[in-house]
């Protein structure tokens, strides 16, 4: 040959006087014509065959961390390797994560997790009590007081329905308004104490209960009601206090919405009364929702206890004639002998005078008086009544002043 020829691109000759090529090998290449000598690849990149003429950059996922490289590395889970001609891998940074090998990106955390540290193959759940909002976390949030997270991985936290609270922060779990406090609407870090006229009786209570008619409340945090006591009512509902029954009027039991007047016959003199007052034997209530009792006027009489009105003296029947009948009942009520003691041949004169016969068969000498007047204490003597004894009174004619006879013993 009249001339040596030059080593061609992907081979070289090192020797003097050689009679071939040499390839380049696996690692190695060779760019260029008449070359001694082979090229290594550079690091991240690689000549996986002979012959080659350039070295192949490392693809995206992988590397090649040293010069002479015929092979790639796989990024490994936690790192990765972005773009090509990478010599290393990276670390995943916090708040994403590279699950696989020969990834060429983090993936970043999802809503409901984080990644608190670098290099990290998988992503953390938030846990109960916490939430993670954004993508990319590196950190999880503590629910505020007032919410709560009852389970893993949640995007937000959850506001306390009502009845419920979450006192601190970081809440999983919602706790109930205890009884005597309620938690109203939604969002509550706390239970609020019923106010006085409301009561909650059993706890998660999104409101107080007002206190009914007939009963009250008269301090916070209550879980029941108190029945107005006897003698006092509660008239509306939400009260905070009794009221006495005024005077005329009593409430004989307990948790009563309203008085009841004392009624005819009966009186009530002090305010907060739980029992009426029978008007007393000679006193009389003609009236409802009276607070004193009146006494019986001149020649009228109330011989029981709570009378409502009165009755003229000896006429029983308010018909204006006193019989023998009605004698005997008055009587009868004073002196267990009336039978034995009665009023006979008892009338006018043609001169309009009163004539009556007294029969005695008590045995007892009984003494007539006369009066016009009943409140008196002065009577006067008209004689004694044994066996009999008969009368007329000159002074009892037609439009005289009414007069009282009465019988005395002994």
Known sequence: MSA????????????IGSASLIPAGPGYYVATNGASAETPAAAGYYAP??????????????????????????????????????????PAPAGAYVPFAGMSAAIPAAAGY?????????????????????????????????YYTPIGAMTNAIPTPPGFFASSPGSASVTPAPAGAFAAGFGNASATPTPPGQFAPVSAM??????????????????SPTPASPGYYVATTGATNQTPAVPGSYTPISAMPGVVPAPPGYFVSASG??????????????????????????????????????????????????????????????????????????????GGEFQFALTNATGWDFSVLVSTNLSTTNWNFLGTAFPVYQFTDPAATNGAPQRFYRLRWP
């Open 206 to 223: 999104p409101a107080g209960i007002p206190a009914p008619t007939g009963y009250y409340v008269p301090v916070a945090g209550s879980v």
């Open 273 to 350: 009364s739980a029992s009426i007052t029978p008007a007393a034997a000679g006193t009389y209530v003609p009236t409802a929702g009276s607070y004193a009792a009146t006494p019986d006027p001149a020649g009228r009489y109330s011989p029981i206890t709570g009378m409502a009105g009165t009755i003229a003296a000896g006429d029983l029947n308010n018909d204006g004639i006193v019989s023998q009948a009605e004698l005997d009942i008055v009587l009868t009520n004073y002196w267990p002998y009336s039978p034995w003691l009665s009023m006979t041949n008892f009338g006018t004169q043609c």
């Open 49 to 90: 065959n002979g012959a080659m003429t350039n070295a192949i950059p490392a693809p995206p996922g992988y590397f090649a961390s040293s010069s002479g490289s015929a092979t790639v590395a796989p990024a490994s889970a936690g790192t990765y390797a972005a773009g090509f001609g990478n010599a290393s891998a990276t």
């Open 114 to 146: 984080y990644v608190p540290f670098v290099g990290s193959f998988a992503m953390i759940p938030a846990s109960p009590g916490n939430y993670v909002a954004n993508t990319g976390a590196t950190t999880q949030t503590p629910a505020a007081a007032g």
């Open 4 to 15: 040596p020829i030059p080593a061609v691109p992907g081979y070289y000759v090192p020797f």
